[in-house]
């Protein structure tokens, strides 16, 4: 089944700076990969996501990337700001409507 | 986006009490409704797969005797934990899939078990 590794568990960085959280996954059959943000106490928040035929996509201060060779994704964050302090989960999905896989989660911290 | 409403956001039930946790999707109709389940400082972790009009799929480790799920309309589902011990306090959310691959998250239960 398919697996997702996702890293750093922490990440701190200083306002303004840019933060980046790594996913990797083991079924080459995963076609969707969203992330999540999600906030003490809350429900997860779906940010941005990106479909297998897609290498980039970018809203605003966020942006995601596709290596499916490598099986690798990634979030970027550009120009960090507190309230982007969160604990952020990238998942994928093996198929059409299936479950979501999620990763470890990265709690992001971002300090003014 | 779409909305998904989960009902009650804090239960506190004694030791051997049966809570229900409600999950409608408002605005969509969501042929496939997940729950997950969600220790402090951890990941999401799938407990089953419900589609309406048909039994729930669980995960593998998850009793389905335990936590009944009921997905009876397009817009409803339920998860009931049935003689809930403090071991099974934890957060409780649901999701619906809409359009195919995305889920939208109920707003979660918080389980506290005495």
């Known amino acids: 089944g398919e697996n997702v590794e996702q890293h750093p568990s922490t990440l701190s960085v200083q306002e303004g700076d840019s933060a980046v959280i790594k996913c990797t996954y083991s079924d080459s059959a995963s076609n969707y990969f969203p992330w999540y943000k999600q906030e003490l106490g809350k429900r997860p928040q779906l940010i941005i996501d990106?479909?297998?035929?897609?290498g980039e996509k970018k809203d605003q201060r966020i942006a995601v990337t596709l290596n499916k060779t490598a099986k690798h994704f990634s979030l970027h964050i550009t120009e960090t700001q507190p309230e982007d302090s969160a604990v952020y989960f990238c998942?994928?999905?093996?198929?059409?409507?299936?479950?979501?896989?999620f990763g470890q989660g990265t709690e992001l911290s971002v300090k003014p | 986006g779409a909305v998904v409403s989960q009902h009650p956001s804090w239960v506190i039930c004694k030791s051997g009490t049966s809570v229900k946790i409600e999950c409608r999707s408002l605005d969509f109709q969501a042929t496939t409704m997940f729950w997950y389940r969600q220790f402090p400082k951890q990941s999401l972790m799938l407990m089953a797969t419900?589609?309406?009009?048909?039994?729930?799929?669980?995960e593998q480790g998850v009793e389905k005797d335990k936590f009944l799920i009921n997905h009876a309309s397009l817009t409803l589902s339920t998860l009931t934990v049935t003689s809930a011990h403090p071991e099974d306090s934890s957060f409780y959310i649901c999701?619906?899939?809409?359009?195919?691959?995305?889920?939208?998250f109920g707003a979660g239960t918080r389980l506290s078990v005495l």
């Open positions: 990106i479909r297998s035929n897609v």
């Open positions: 999701s619906g899939a809409h359009q195919g691959d995305i889920q939208y």
């Open positions: 419900s589609n309406e009009g048909s039994k729930a799929t669980y």
């Open positions: 998942a994928a999905i093996p198929n059409q409507g299936g479950k979501l896989i």
